[in-house]
């Protein structure tokens, strides 16, 4: 093999959710997408390609307006070229092929208005491969996007001809690039010799004139990681990094755009749906699989669908905007970072649904109520609306609620998920891990760090919060319990009972509306207890439920009855677990946004409460995660054969 001249393609990823703090977007500017033009301005030989979502050019445009005359300083000599993309940064087989194109296009049209670039390449997030979108690209004119070397062995790419532009078959000449995993791992991670002499040491089979050698990854792996900032600036890692590509004699660095044009096709391949191999870790294969793990994104993506077929057709830019907004994809998977856990990033999802729908049906409803079904549902659930709140009951699942919409301040207030088993958190049993302490006194001796070593653990005493639920933390779901059953037993998930059949499964449904109140009657009958439960929605922001129970068997039952709700509310007064007899009014108040919940029973109930933490990892390391306020109420009750017991009880929503 002959150690021909090297092509040596960049391209940095710049993305912030639309639902990022803004501290966060300027903390992000100020550490890594700022600092990194500044060394590139002053390597006028170095060629990259950059990809900017649109919520941060947006950011960008409102915040740093001169950064953007940066960047179209640095288009405008054709050291660098922009990628476009979804603007808000979606999945883009995991949304209707009509909202990618939409996405596509309209970031498209900001790159040309703000940069005057006419973009011909696209990023696609997460680099999630679906061959089923290259007709939108065509129809765009996108050429091109970049994948990683995974994908092309999947598509039977050998080794040794990984580094090339290869043609996707059936796709009217579109193009992929295949970024390599050993440079994401040394870049910016390793020292700059390192990825050098990788790079050197490479040979190529065949024609030297379509070598390609690819590295495309985060740019906030370029100084916002954690203690990234010292290491690629303070310490001189870009720098020292760009002056040796430029003393090379053998490596060119270009753009994805020139390579194009300069270097001949490797050849035509057909790709598997696919991402980069630690996607495909984490979503155990395909990134559908997120929405099996995670009930609560997969309910998430339905509800998306859902709100964008109600919008398909209509001419309200706003409500389209906001529907793209809520397709971001952060939310709705996990990885190394937060993301589905991150509960602000869920709420931003369900905050621009809400308004996407206000938008187009009006705030003012009045009252509503009907039957539904999401996309690839089997199942119809219930949507009970007014002018204030809007509810959603799955009749299939223990007759539970498992959205309340507040309409005027846009807020799912049940916006909770279940704590569940996650690979990493074996570290809290056998090994501490690298704390980010240690990883701060190697990059201050100058020592490169790994990839991943900053994601050690980030606070003590995680363990006992290491519990499990057995079921989705819905809200109306009722239980039967042991006479022995602890408040304990509740936080552990211990609680759940067979005693008389439980009151899990599927419910019998009516729902009707009678003077501008909505009804939704459930039953159910498990051979010994009949059970009746019904919502019942007027007017304003209230809710009203009614319970009973029927002993139908022909002996005495003693069970603990409890009626438990999942709020996606941060009360400081029930940030640790309480137990509290013979109430008939509890109250909550949401420290931040605000909203003020009242719950008022007809008969006195006990309350056991605790604050639901998931563990989970993020920037910070692994630690714990505020979801949600979880209350059980509940009364002891015995039952002789063929008695009842009714109760009623109430909810006040306001802010």
């Known amino acids: 093999m002959r150690k021909d001249k090297i092509n040596f393609l960049m391209g940095l990823h710049c993305h912030q959710p639309v639902d990022n703090f803004e501290n966060v977007f300027r903390d992000a500017y100020k550490k890594s997408y700022e600092p990194f033009l500044s060394v590139l301005e002053r390597h006028p030989r170095i060629k990259l390609s950059l990809h900017y979502s649109g919520s941060l050019l947006d950011w960008i445009a409102e915040e740093e307006p001169t950064f953007l005359k940066r960047i179209k300083v640095l288009v405008g000599r054709r050291q660098v070229e922009i990628l476009a993309g979804g603007y808000f940064e979606p999945i883009l087989s995991m ?38 979108i290259c007709p939108i690209f065509r129809e765009l004119g996108i050429r091109y996007t970049i994948l990683d070397d995974f994908h092309l062995k999947q598509a039977g790419v050998k080794d040794t001809e990984i580094f090339g532009r290869y043609v996707v078959k059936n796709s009217d ?75 090379s004699d053998r490596i060119r660095t270009m753009t994805f755009g020139e390579a194009l044009e300069e270097c001949k096709s490797s050849g035509k391949i057909e790709i598997p749906r696919s991402s980069y191999s630690e996607m495909v870790g984490w979503s155990g294969g395909d990134f559908n699989n997120f929405f099996k793990k995670y009930p609560e994104s997969d309910l998430m993506r339905k509800r998306m669908l859902h709100v964008s077929r109600k919008l398909h057709g209509s001419a309200d830019e706003n409500a389209k905007k906001e529907l793209y907004k809520s397709q971001s994809n952060c939310a709705y998977w996990h990885g190394v970072f937060g993301g589905f856990y991150m509960r602000f990033l869920r709420q931003g999802i369900y905050r621009h649904m809400i308004q996407a729908e206000n938008a187009v049906s009006g705030r003012h409803t009045g009252n509503t109520i009907e039957k539904i079904r999401f996309e690839d549902n089997a199942n119809e659930v219930i949507r009970a609306q007014n002018d204030f709140l809007t509810l959603y009951v799955d009749p299939n699942y223990a007759g539970s609620i498992f959205e309340i919409d507040y309409k005027p301040f846009p807020y799912n207030l049940l916006n909770t998920v279940s704590r569940r088993y996650e690979p990493y958190h074996e570290k809290l049993k056998f090994r501490r891990g690298i704390s980010v302490d240690e990883v701060k006194k190697k990059v201050d001796r100058n020592e490169s760090v790994d990839l991943y070593e900053v994601l050690g653990i980030s606070e003590p005493n995680l363990k006992k919060f290491l519990n499990y639920d057995s079921y989705k933390k819905s809200s109306f779901i009722c239980h039967l319990m042991g006479l022995k059953t602890s408040l304990s037993d509740f936080i552990s998930s211990r609680h759940r009972s067979a005693q008389c059949g439980g009151l899990f499964g599927a419910y019998d449904c009516v729902v009707n509306n009678e003077k501008e109140r909505s009804y939704v009657k459930l039953q159910k009958e498990n051979g010994e207890l009949r059970f009746k439960k019904c919502l019942i929605l007027e007017r304003g922001p209230d809710i009203l439920m009614k319970f009973i129970l029927e002993n139908i068997s022909t002996r005495r039952l003693k069970f603990i009855f409890g009626i438990e709700f999942n709020w996606s509310l941060e009360d400081t007064c029930f940030l640790r677990n309480r137990r509290a ?31 639901i933490y998931t563990l989970n990892e993020s920037e910070r390391g692994l630690g714990k995660t505020f979801q949600g306020i979880s209350l059980l109420f509940n009364r002891t009750l015995v039952l002789e054969p063929k008695a009842k017991f009714s109760m009623e009880a109430g909810i006040r929503i306001s802010r």
């Not at 940069?115 to 999630?128: K, T």
């Not at 440079?183 to 990788?198: D, K, V, W």
């Not at 190529?204 to 690819?214: E, L, M």
């Open 173 to 247: 000449n579109f193009s992929v690039f295949a970024s390599i995993k050993k440079l994401r791992y040394t870049m910016p991670f390793r020292n700059p010799e390192i990825t050098l002499n990788f790079l050197n040491g490479l040979s190529f089979p065949g024609d030297s004139g379509s070598n390609c050698v690819t590295f495309a990854d985060d740019c906030e792996k370029f100084g916002f990681w954690p203690h990234t900032h010292s290491w690629v600036y303070k310490k001189g890692w870009l720098e020292k990094f760009f002056t040796m590509l430029e003393k």
């Open 581 to 611: 007899r013979r109430l008939k009014k509890v109250e909550l108040k949401d420290k931040i946004s605000g909203f003020n919940i009242e719950h008022t029973f007809s008969l006195p109930v006990s309350i056991w409460s605790f604050p």
């Open 95 to 132: 949304v209707p092929a009509r909202d990618a194109k939409g996405q596509i296009g309209m970031l498209m049209r900001s790159i040309k208005e703000r940069l005057g670039f006419d973009a011909s390449g696209v990023w696609l997030a997460e680099r999630v491969w679906d061959p089923a």
